[in-house]
C-alpha cells in the first residue's frame, strides 16, 4: 500500500500551510520528523525551529493508493497546488516536482519512457478520471483542496507570473480564435446550453440579482447615458441595421405561435388600468396642443368630405 502525505506548518501564524508533500509506504511519512532526515536543507531547518518552540508538524495521509504510480501522480498534482518555494511558486519545500521515489526500481531511460507511455493509455486516463471525480464527490476533499488552492494563489509572485502568463497568451489572435470555436462547440450541445440557461435564470431570477442589475444599469445611464443613447441611436440609424430589424421581425410574425403569444401579449398589456390611464393622458395632452387639434380637425373634416363624395 502506498500513500500521499503531507506535513503542515504548526505555529499559529501559518494557519496550517502546507510545507512538503510526499510519497512512500509503511512509516516513511514520519521518517522525516523522526529521524531527523537532513536530505531537504529547508524542512530540516523549519522543524529544527519547530522543536525548539516545543511543537509538532501535522503530519496528514492525504490518500492511499494500491498502484504505486497513481501514488506518484497524485503526489505531482498536489505539488503543482500548493507551488514550490524554491521556485518561488508557492509554500513548499519540496525540492522537484515529485515522482522520484519509486521503490527498487533502476531510472534508466526506457524505464521512463515506459511509465510516461504507461501513463497515457485510456485505462489509466480512465481510472484516473473515476478517482477524480470520487475525490471531488467528497465534500471534505473537495473543501480542502480549493482552500489549498486559494492559499497557494495568494503569493505575490505567483500572481505576478499568472498574470505575465495570461497578458502574453490570452491576447493573441490565436487564443480568441481557439476560444472563440470552443464556446460555439459547446453552444451547440443542446443539454449545455440548457444547463448554462437554466443556471443563469436561477441566480438572475432572485430579488436581489434583479436590484443590484437595477442599480448597476442607473448608475451606469446616468454616467455615460447620453453617450450610450447616441451610439444606439447611430447603430440603428444606418440601412443595414433597419433592414436587419426588419427582416428579423418579419420572420416572427410569420411564426404562427410567435404572432399568436405576442398578439395575447400586447392585448394583456393594452387592457391593464395603468395602460390606459397613460394612453389617456398622452391623448388628452395632444388635444390639449392648438396645433396638433387644429391638425386633427382638419383631416377629420377632410375624410368626412371624401365619404359625402362616393
Known amino acids: ?27 516513511r511519512a ?13 524542512l530540516g531547518h523549519l522543524l529544527a525551529l519547530l522543536r525548539q518552540l516545543d511543537l509538532k508538524p501535522v503530519i496528514e495521509i492525504v490518500k492511499e493508493f494500491e498502484d504505486e504510480a497513481e501514488a506518484f501522480m ?24 515529485g515522482g522520484e521515489g519509486f521503490c527498487n526500481v533502476i531510472r534508466t531511460d526506457e524505464w521512463r519512457a515506459n511509465i510516461s507511455e504507461a501513463l497515457k493509455t485510456p485505462e489509466h486516463i480512465s481510472r484516473q478520471s473515476i478517482a477524480k471525480s470520487a475525490d471531488w464527490a467528497n465534500p471534505i476533499f473537495r473543501e480542502k483542496t480549493i482552500a ?32 472563440s470555436k470552443a464556446t460555439s462547440k459547446m453552444w451547440e450541445n443542446p443539454e449545455y446550453a440548457e444547463k448554462v440557461a437554466e443556471g443563469q435564470r ?9 436590484a443590484n442589475k437595477s442599480k448597476a444599469s442607473k448608475q451606469r445611464w446616468k454616467d455615460v447615458g447620453d453617450k450610450m443613447a447616441a451610439s444606439i441611436k447611430a447603430a440603428r440609424n444606418t440601412e443595414e441595421s433597419k433592414a436587419k430589424t426588419r427582416a428579423q421581425s418579419k420572420a416572427q410574425w410569420e411564426d404562427e405561435n410567435y404572432r399568436a403569444k405576442q398578439t395575447a401579449n400586447n392585448k394583456e398589456i ?22 396638433w387639434r387644429a391638425k386633427m380637425m382638419e383631416a377629420r373634416a377632410k375624410k368626412k368630405s371624401n365619404k359625402l363624395l362616393e
Open 1 to 27: 500500500m502506498f500513500y500521499v502525505y503531507t506535513y503542515k506548518d504548526p505555529r499559529p501564524s501559518k494557519n496550517l500551510q502546507v510545507v512538503y508533500v510526499g510519497k512512500g509506504t509503511g512509516r
Open 30 to 42: 514520519w521518517d522525516h520528523w523522526e529521524k531527523r532526515t537532513a536530505k531537504n536543507p529547508g
Open 74 to 97: 497524485e503526489e505531482m498534482r498536489l505539488i503543482a497546488v500548493y507551488g514550490r518555494r524554491d521556485l518561488k511558486t508557492g509554500t513548499l519545500f519540496n525540492l522537484t516536482d
Open 148 to 179: 489549498a488552492i486559494r492559499e497557494a494563489l495568494k503569493d505575490t509572485e505567483v500572481i505576478a507570473r499568472r498574470e505575465a502568463g495570461k497578458a502574453a497568451f490570452i491576447h493573441t489572435e490565436e487564443f480568441r480564435q481557439t476560444m
Open 202 to 210: 436561477k441566480v438572475q431570477g432572485t430579488p436581489e440579482a434583479r
Open 270 to 291: 393594452a387592457n391593464r388600468e395603468e395602460v390606459k390611464a397613460a394612453k389617456k393622458a398622452a391623448a388628452k395632452a395632444l388635444w390639449e396642443n392648438p396645433e
